[in-house]
C-alpha cells in the first residue's frame, strides 16, 4: 500500500481561484480541499492510501485595522479546512519597502514569506521520515523547484507530482515532474464545502456572504 500526502500552497489555489472567478464568474472561495484531493486518488491507482493533507498559508495581520472582516473569512475558513481533516502551516507577511518609479517614493508593501521554504522543508522531512511514498504539491510556482530536485536526487524511489490548480500550469514544472496534472474549474465547482459546515461539537459555521 503506498501511501500518498498532499502539500497545499494556499496562496497559489487561492489566486487561482480569483482568476476562476474573473473569467466565469463564478466564486469558488469555499473550496473543499479534502474533497477535491481525494478525488484525484484513483490517478494513482488502487493500492494508495491518503495519509495526510498538509495547507500552507499565512494569515495578513497587517489588515486588521482597515479590513478585520478578510481575516476573520480566513480564519472561518482555516476552520473548515481543519475540520475536514487537514493539517494547517501557517507562515508571515514581512513589511518591504517599495520603490515607485511613478511618483518616485518608498511605500510598504507585504509580503507572504516563508510558505515556500515550508513546503519544500516538508517534503525533505515526509521522504526521510517514509511517511509516504507519493507527494502531490499542488502549486504552480516555480520556487518550488530546488526542492523538488534535491527530493529527486535523494530520494528516487518516491515519487512527486504537481497538481496545478486551475491556470496556474507551468512548463517548466511539467517538464520537470511527468505525469503532473491540471486541476479544471469544473472540480472546483464540485468540491465545495456544504453551508453550513457543522463541526464536531455541534456548530455551524456559515459561508460568509460575499463569497
Known amino acids: 500500500m503506498d501511501k500518498i500526502v498532499f502539500l497545499i500552497d494556499g496562496f497559489n489555489v487561492y489566486h487561482s481561484v480569483l482568476r476562476l472567478k474573473r473569467d466565469t464568474g463564478y ?9 477535491l484531493c481525494n478525488s484525484y486518488l484513483h490517478l494513482f491507482g488502487k493500492n494508495v492510501k491518503l495519509q495526510s493533507i498538509y495547507y500552507f498559508s499565512a494569515l495578513p495581520d497587517y489588515l486588521t485595522p482597515t479590513h ?10 482555516l ?10 502551516e501557517l507562515s508571515r507577511f514581512k513589511e518591504k519597502d517599495t520603490f515607485c518609479p511613478k511618483c518616485h ?3 510598504i508593501k507585504h509580503e507572504e514569506k516563508e510558505t515556500d521554504v515550508a513546503i519544500g522543508v516538508n517534503l525533505l522531512e515526509l521522504f526521510f521520515t517514509n511517511v509516504c511514498e507519493i507527494a502531490v504539491i ?13 527530493c529527486q536526487s535523494l530520494f528516487p524511489h518516491k515519487k ?3 497538481a496545478f490548480p486551475y491556470a496556474r500550469k ?11 496534472f491540471s486541476i479544471n474549474q469544473k472540480q472546483y465547482l464540485k468540491h465545495q464545502f456544504p453551508n453550513p ?4 461539537n455541534g456548530q455551524k459555521i456559515y459561508k460568509p456572504s460575499s463569497w
Do not use: M
Open 68 to 77: 478585520p472582516d478578510k481575516i476573520e473569512r480566513h480564519k472561518t475558513y
Open 138 to 150: 499542488v502549486s504552480g510556482d516555480t520556487d518550488l523547484l530546488p526542492a523538488v530536485r534535491k
Open 105 to 107: 517614493s518608498l511605500f
Open 160 to 162: 512527486i507530482v504537481f
Open 79 to 88: 476552520t473548515c479546512l481543519q475540520s475536514s481533516g487537514i493539517q494547517i
Open 27 to 35: 466564486c469558488t472561495k469555499w473550496l473543499d480541499l479534502a474533497s
Open 170 to 180: 507551468n512548463k517548466e514544472l511539467s517538464t520537470l515532474v511527468p505525469g503532473s
Open 197 to 200: 459546515v457543522i463541526l464536531s
